[in-house]
């Protein structure tokens, strides 16, 4: 039996409490329209609702249809709460979960997400032959075959993943997908897009009865437009924000998604607390996510992450930045602007930001004012006023919002992925946290005109523990001290009570390139080989 009940709550907490609770589910069945009707009543509320799932239940949200499309829509809600209750969330991967925009003040939290069937295949590799840049391989038991093709695009989604057969953990290292074929007896051969001798170079690398996880397709939907043209929902990520203000995740455990995790674009103050996003405990998964755990784009008001656990994606754990725009047309105070980033994200900037202005390639700085008026003319485009006229803004110049405060990484736990730890350009705070297998743990860097902010921030690193990072521990990149801005703190970092267990006796624990200053205090230096490091810092 399905069941929606309106439960009425004292007038002292002024909010309407929506809990939904579900009998035992029918094979097959779709819980997404009990739900989505749960939240839309309760965002209809005036004082703000609750919508609280049945505590240990397994909700369907079941295969993309005509009726049944994309992800729970949060569109306009203020003061709302989604409480799992300990619920865990079964989504078909033509799906995403949560669509949040135009809102403010919303949490979610005490849900479990995972995906049936999963978004990605795992094959045992048989064998490999470097010199022509192919290898063989079988799925794993339980694990559907992969998209046979001749066409594989040159493509994020056709990336493949390689595992080491003892360690069960990523290798930090892929090839992109050109082809798979498949002989009568079952087993597949791959070919790869690239250079033929970074590819052999990669198989090489490799062993017999390594590990593979391949990306599978599935059908995605068109995203979700408002009026004015901005995108409020796309098939990117798990959970997204748009245009938003507080949002909290509190909680939440996600074991696999086709995409990203977690996104906010456009978006300020958000908080993810306890958010894990992991390989799932008693399988023989090696993976969890096909993209970033947690990507934040064009804030300001930057977000605090605490607490939390990321493990096993195919990309970054963290990705934090703040996209371009470009000048088009210069009068005096007055400029036309495009946004410069991908063509799903809009142009987000209020007046009273303050703005920094680059030449078209970011390695010189031009100048800071503030916005004294905004006027979106068109999906993308704008007119801006600034307060303060800067010299050498002519059509093609970037600009940036700059943060109006710290990243804040708390108390975090990383383990080993296939790319960044964290990859931040703003200033930031990184206390209490273990970096363990990553590629890169903290990766610093303002290196091209999409994504910023410009200049980079200070960034202090306290109390962490790096352990067998297999590029770098810190890494820390500005494209010119030119970018820098005189008398700015901005490219400084400062580092202390951090210990650094490098992979081998050549590893890199900080690595630093026109950074301004670097502060190192209290910090320790081993290897796992228990050879003493040779060069364990670069570039000073």
Same mark, same amino acid.
């Given at each position: 039996?399905?069941?929606?009940?309106?439960?009425?709550?004292?007038?002292?907490?002024?909010?309407?409490?929506?809990?939904?609770?579900?009998g035992?589910?029918a094979?097959?069945?779709?819980?997404?329209?009990?739900?989505?009707?749960?939240?839309?009543?309760?965002?209809?509320?005036?004082?703000?609702?609750?919508?609280?799932?049945?505590?240990?239940?397994?909700?369907?949200?079941?295969?993309?249809?005509?009726?049944?499309?994309?992800?729970?829509?949060?569109?306009?809600?203020d003061?709302?709460?989604?409480?799992?209750?300990?619920?865990?969330?079964?989504?078909?991967?033509?799906?995403?979960?949560?669509?949040?925009?135009?809102?403010?003040?919303?949490?979610?939290?005490?849900?479990?997400?995972?995906?049936?069937?999963?978004?990605y295949?795992?094959?045992?590799?048989?064998?490999?032959?470097?010199?022509?840049?192919?290898?063989?391989?079988?799925?794993?038991?339980?694990?559907?075959?992969?998209?046979?093709?001749?066409?594989?695009?040159?493509?994020?989604?056709?990336?493949?993943?390689?595992y080491?057969?003892?360690?069960?953990?990523?290798?930090?290292?892929?090839?992109?997908?050109?082809?798979?074929?498949?002989?009568?007896?079952?087993?597949?051969?791959?070919?790869?897009?690239?250079?033929?001798?970074?590819?052999?170079?990669?198989?090489?690398?490799?062993?017999?009865?390594?590990?593979?996880?391949?990306?599978?397709?599935?059908?995605?939907?068109a995203?979700?437009?408002?009026?004015?043209?901005?995108?409020?929902?796309?098939d990117?990520t798990?959970?997204?924000?748009?245009?938003?203000?507080?949002?909290?995740?509190?909680?939440?455990?996600?074991? @696999?998604?086709?995409?990203?995790?977690?996104?906010?674009?456009?978006s300020?103050?958000?908080?993810?607390?306890?958010?894990?996003?992991?390989?799932?405990?008693?399988t023989?998964?090696?993976?969890?996510?096909?993209?970033?755990? @947690?990507?934040?784009?064009?804030?300001?008001?930057?977000?605090?992450?605490?607490?939390?656990?990321?493990?096993?994606?195919?990309?970054?754990?963290?990705?934090?930045?703040?996209?371009?725009a470009?000048v088009?047309?210069?009068?005096?105070?007055?400029?036309?602007?495009?946004?410069?980033?991908?063509?799903?994200?809009?142009?987000?900037?209020?007046?009273?930001?303050?703005?920094?202005?680059?030449?078209?390639?970011?390695?010189?700085?031009?100048g800071?004012?503030?916005?004294?008026?905004?006027?979106?003319?068109?999906?993308?485009?704008?007119?801006?006023?600034?307060?303060?006229?800067v010299?050498?803004?002519?059509?093609?110049?970037?600009?940036?919002?700059?943060?109006?405060?710290?990243?804040?990484?708390?108390?975090?736990?990383?383990?080993?992925?296939?790319?960044?730890?964290l990859?931040?350009?703003?200033?930031?705070?990184?206390?209490?946290?273990?970096?363990?297998?990553?590629?890169?743990?903290?990766?610093?860097?303002?290196?091209?005109?999409?994504?910023?902010?410009?200049?980079?921030?200070?960034?202090?690193?306290?109390?962490?523990?790096?352990?067998?990072?297999?590029?770098?521990?810190?890494?820390?990149?500005?494209?010119?001290?030119?970018?820098?801005?005189?008398?700015?703190?901005?490219?400084?970092?400062?580092?202390?009570?951090?210990r650094?267990?490098?992979?081998?006796?050549?590893?890199?624990?900080?690595?630093?390139?026109?950074?301004?200053a670097?502060?190192?205090?209290?910090i320790?230096?081993?290897?796992?080989?228990?050879?003493?490091?040779?060069?364990?810092?670069?570039?000073?």
């Amino acid at each position: 039996m399905k069941q929606i009940c309106l439960l009425s709550c004292c007038a002292f907490f002024c909010a309407v409490c929506f809990a939904v609770r579900l009998g035992n589910l029918a094979v097959g069945a779709d819980d997404f329209s009990e739900i989505q009707d749960a939240i839309t009543m309760a965002i209809q509320n005036e004082h703000g609702g609750v919508v609280t799932l049945e505590s240990g239940r397994t909700y369907r949200l079941g295969e993309r249809t005509e009726t049944s499309s994309g992800p729970l829509l949060i569109i306009g809600a203020d003061g709302l709460t989604v409480d799992g209750n300990g619920a865990t969330l079964l989504v078909h991967p033509t799906r995403m979960v949560f669509a949040i925009a135009k809102s403010q003040n919303v949490t979610l939290k005490n849900m479990t997400i995972d995906y049936d069937p999963l978004p990605y295949t795992q094959v045992v590799i048989q064998s490999i032959t470097p010199e022509s840049g192919t290898l063989t391989f079988v799925p794993m038991a339980g694990y559907p075959d992969p998209m046979v093709s001749n066409n594989y695009a040159d493509f994020v989604p056709s990336d493949a993943m390689f595992y080491d057969r003892d360690t069960r953990k990523m290798t930090h290292s892929f090839l992109r997908l050109r082809t798979i074929s498949r002989d009568d007896a079952g087993v597949f051969s791959a070919t790869f897009h690239g250079d033929a001798g970074h590819i052999s170079r990669v198989l090489a690398a490799r062993k017999p009865r390594d590990f593979l996880t391949i990306k599978l397709p599935y059908q995605r939907g068109a995203p979700l437009q408002d009026t004015d043209g901005r995108i409020l929902s796309t098939d990117s990520t798990a959970i997204r924000t748009a245009f938003s203000n507080n949002v909290r995740v509190e909680n939440v455990t996600l074991y @696999a998604s086709p995409n990203m995790g977690f996104t906010a674009m456009g978006s300020q103050g958000m908080v993810l607390d306890h958010y894990r996003v992991m390989i799932k405990p008693g399988t023989d998964r090696l993976a969890s996510l096909c993209s970033d755990s @947690a990507h934040f784009k064009s804030v300001t008001v930057m977000p605090k992450l605490i607490h939390c656990y990321f493990e096993g994606m195919m990309d970054d754990a963290v990705n934090v930045k703040i996209s371009s725009a470009r000048v088009l047309k210069k009068d005096g105070k007055k400029l036309e602007i495009g946004h410069n980033d991908i063509a799903w994200d809009d142009i987000a900037m209020e007046p009273g930001m303050k703005v920094s202005f680059y030449d078209f390639d970011g390695k010189n700085h031009l100048g800071f004012s503030v916005l004294q008026s905004v006027n979106r003319t068109q999906y993308r485009l704008a007119e801006i006023e600034l307060a303060d006229d800067v010299p050498g803004i002519f059509p093609g110049v970037l600009l940036y919002t700059c943060p109006e405060n710290l990243l804040e990484v708390s108390d975090c736990t990383f383990k080993a992925q296939f790319n960044n730890a964290l990859l931040i350009r703003p200033a930031a705070v990184i206390r209490n946290c273990w970096f363990e297998d990553v590629n890169v743990a903290v990766h610093a860097i303002s290196h091209e005109p999409i994504e910023g902010p410009m200049p980079p921030g200070l960034m202090t690193v306290e109390n962490c523990d790096f352990i067998r990072c297999a590029d770098a521990a810190v890494s820390l990149y500005v494209p010119s001290k030119n970018a820098l801005p005189e008398g700015n703190d901005s490219g400084a970092l400062q580092l202390s009570t951090c210990r650094f267990l490098l992979p081998h006796q050549e590893g890199i624990a900080i690595r630093s390139r026109n950074r301004t200053a670097v502060d190192v205090n209290d910090i320790t230096v081993d290897s796992s080989d228990g050879k003493v490091p040779i060069a364990p810092m670069q570039g000073f």
